[in-house]
């Protein structure tokens, strides 16, 4: 979508979204193209680029080799923060020697540690693909595909050899960033302001799972959410994207170029929560994350869905990288009556340039009940993250994960 997109094409994408199958998922070029241009790309090859997974981003043609370095959990990296890169069960040095929090002033304190914790698993996760891909090269040419590619050919290279000027050359699946903000923006409000605990307390509180202290975790969880329209919590959210960003692109690859985030994160934000322990959001041991870059943790944005637009218009692509942004929707709002303030909607997103946004239309006690009664709702299809796919099919935990996503209403 861009501005120059017609009515009849919101239109059409809006009478498909109702279907319930979870397609199609808009991208804003407002957004991405000076996205690509801030990566040092060509206007003309940037408004070329194209969609090749949930929100991969890549130019056609071109030798992008653009490489999946894996799943980032940037949750992790502020447990870590909180802990000096020790395992508190072992005492191992696992990450950054980072700061004891006792010694923190404010929640800006906290966040540089964060973003210490992100550059220095960034530089691990970059050591062990170095070997990768140059194992690849020499082992694992590809010479008909190199073929097939602008350049190879003119310079006598295969393309595991050289990629294409300023191009990202590694890019890390981020999940648990709007988290991670909630999380800080708990420790400025719970420690800093309100002075319940002092930090280490926290620490020590989380680390037995809230266990005997759930005032503390109802303190957390009612501190102020990202999504809600509510510039306490997003100015936060907005500063932790863009210095995590900051802190991946600070690390170079073999070709010199950096390590960036992008927001597809598949289903991981369910998985990898599993091992994540407790965390100053309010979250306990194991409990899922936000279920996209953009989104706001389930259940926390209670301002309706314009609020979690405005919050999201908050973190730019222009600092950030290109994420993905899950909404739901009961089926009423896109029929014939509420469609065209559906539609309103879809233009605000465009012109708030969000990058992403896709919908699940179904209400929770179809959810609900389909999970109960799988063989009645064997054709239920729902939308993941860049996926879709039956709900029967799902595992419990990540039937739930969908079940707990806000419904949104519009009024």
Known sequence: MHDGTPDEVYSKAVDVIKTGIGYPSLFNDEAL???????????????????????YIEIPGKNVVRRSVGYFVLLKCLWWALHQGVNPRNGQQHGARTPDPATFKSWRDVLDAY???????????????????????EYAPRPFYS????????????????????????FMQVIGGTNVADAIT??????????????????????RNWKGRE???????????????????????REVQARGEAA?????????????????????????????????????????????TLAPAPGRDKKGPTAVLKSVSKISTLDTFNHLLNQKF??????????????????????????????????????????ANPEKYSNLIVRVAGFSAYFVDLSSGLQDHIIARTEQHLT
């Open 248 to 292: 991946m692109e600070a690390v170079k690859d073999r070709f010199g170029l950096s390590h960036r985030g992008d927001g597809s994160a598949v289903s991981a934000t369910y998985g990898l929560a599993i091992d994540t322990p407790a965390t100053p959001d309010g979250r306990v041991d194991g409990e899922p994350f936000a279920d996209s």
């Open 33 to 55: 193209i000076p996205l690509y241009e801030r990566w040092g790309i060509p206007t003309r090859d940037a408004k070329q680029y194209a969609v090749t997974g949930c929100v």
């Open 115 to 137: 973003a210490e914790q992100v550059k220095f698993f960034t530089g691990k996760m970059e050591q062990l693909e170095r070997i990768n891909n140059e194992l690849l090269a």
């Open 147 to 170: 073929a097939l590619l602008d350049g190879c050919i003119e310079q006598g290279k295969e393309c595991r050899k050289w990629v294409y000027p300023s191009m990202v050359h590694h």
């Open 330 to 371: 009961l089926p009423k709002f896109l029929e014939d009556d509420l469609k065209p303030a559906f539609l309103a909607y879809l233009k605000t997103w465009k012109q708030l340039n969000i990058p992403h946004i896709q919908f699940n239309i179904v209400d929770k006690e179809t959810l609900v009940n389909a999970k």
């Open 186 to 207: 708990g420790i400025k409000k719970v420690v800093f302001e309100d002075k319940k605990v002092t930090l280490p307390e926290l620490i020590e509180i989380m680390d």
């Open 215 to 237: 005032d503390i975790r109802q303190a957390c969880l009612n501190a102020p959410k990202f999504g809600n329209d509510d510039d306490y919590a997003d100015v936060i959210a």
